[in-house]
Nanobody, 119 residues
Framework: QVQLVESGGGLVQAGGSLRLSCAAS????????MGWFRQAPGKEREFVAA????????YYADAVKGRFSATRDNAKNTVYLQMNSLKPEHTAVFYC????????????WGQGPQVPVPS
């Protein structure tokens, strides 16, 4: 059973920074992508960033380019999301997810810590 354990969420003041972590464990699978998604209050879940595991190529949503940065620790099957200069509109639940090799999409999801950024 694949498990994704996220940490690092919590309230952050506007202008502050936060780093989320997501560790994948269990099961037997090869990672194609590990990604981050967010769901703001009243909105659909949307893509934030992803890392292609084979070569560390990173992809970002236009809305977060230059503000968020995804990195990884290959040995730990862990991905990080560094978020800087946060604003109230960044308030969301953040989910990490794994897209295993051979699968069509993201198949495993983290629990989704909240990141409130009060105005």
């Amino acid at each position: 059973q694949v498990q994704l354990v996220e940490s690092g969420g919590g309230l952050v003041q506007a202008g502050g920074s936060l780093r989320l972590s997501c560790a994948a464990s269990g099961g037997t699978f090869n990672i194609y992508f590990m990604g981050w998604f967010r769901q703001a209050p009243g909105k659909e879940r949307e893509f934030v960033a992803a890392i292609r595991w084979s070569d560390s190529i990173r992809y970002y949503a236009d809305a977060v380019k230059g503000r968020f940065s995804a990195t990884r620790d290959n040995a730990k099957n862990t991905v990080y999301l560094q978020m800087n200069s946060l604003k109230p509109e960044h308030t969301a639940v953040f989910y990490c997810a794994v897209h295993p090799s051979g699968c069509r999409t993201y198949s495993y999801w983290g629990q989704g810590p909240q990141v409130p950024v009060p105005s």
